[in-house]
């Protein structure tokens, strides 16, 4: 039973549009969510997170919004640059940090 | 951002030997450090969770006395794959916090074992 669903393996956008990459969630203890980005061959490193006291976090180029009622949660990254181009895991975690939970994540592609 | 690193980054081993995976965080002390597994198009799973001078709590599912983790300081934790079968060829990743703090996590770049 995965509680982290990113549905969408794969997506590819033009370099310049938006890329949203979405995520949904399960368990309703969930009140902290994470972005992650990974290149091939290498660990997942910390893109932008949320608290569940939020519904917006923005951080440059990229927005977190954060759906609690939908248990929906997604990324938009805008503009799109083709070094974007990655794997892109979202994960939770519940109160009293507990370890983080992954979805499977979304590959993306940004076209020059 | 704090560096975690791996060693090997990949290793090809025969069935029924033993492999040992370390991690180490470079410029920080790590008091907890935690192992993944990752499956080709699956999601990171957390195998167990490492506290310095401490026993290794793992996930269920996991085989403590196949998957042997030792942290015995600040800045290194090792992960020993026993008796290895082509089963547990996978991509381990570790990842280290300096404090338990929601995204102070950093993650090493991951061992692709191979087991033949």
């Known amino acids: 039973d995965q509680q982290v669903k990113q549905n969408s393996p794969s997506l590819s956008v033009q370099e310049g549009r938006i890329s949203i990459l979405n995520c949904d969630y399960t368990n309703s203890m969930f009140d902290y969510f994470l972005w992650y980005k990974k290149y091939p061959a290498e660990g997942p490193t910390f893109l932008i997170s949320?608290?569940?006291?939020?519904d917006k976090n923005e951080d440059g180029r990229f927005t977190v919004f954060l759906n609690k009622s939908a248990k929906h949660l997604s990324l938009h990254i805008v503009p799109s640059q083709p070094g974007d181009s990655a794997v892109y895991f979202c994960?939770?975690?519940?109160?009293?940090?507990?370890?983080?939970?992954f979805g499977k994540g979304t590959r993306l592609s940004v076209i020059a | 951002g704090a560096v975690v690193s791996q060693h090997p980054s990949w290793v090809i081993c025969k069935s029924g030997t033993s492999v040992k995976i370390e991690c180490r965080s470079l410029?920080?002390?790590?008091?907890?450090m935690f192992w993944y597994r990752q499956f080709p198009k699956q999601s990171l799973m957390l195998m167990a969770t490492s506290n310095e001078g401490s026993k290794a709590t793992y996930e269920q599912g996991v085989e403590k006395d196949k998957f042997l983790i030792n942290h015995a300081s600040l800045t290194l934790s090792t992960l020993t794959v026993t008796s290895a079968h082509p089963e547990d060829s996978s991509f381990y990743i570790c990842s280290a916090a300096e404090r338990i703090s929601r995204n102070e996590q950093f993650f090493g770049p991951g061992t692709r074992l191979t087991v033949l």
């Open positions: 410029d920080f002390q790590a008091t907890t």
């Open positions: 994960a939770a975690s519940a109160k009293g940090n507990t370890p983080l939970v």
């Open positions: 949320i608290s569940s006291i939020k």
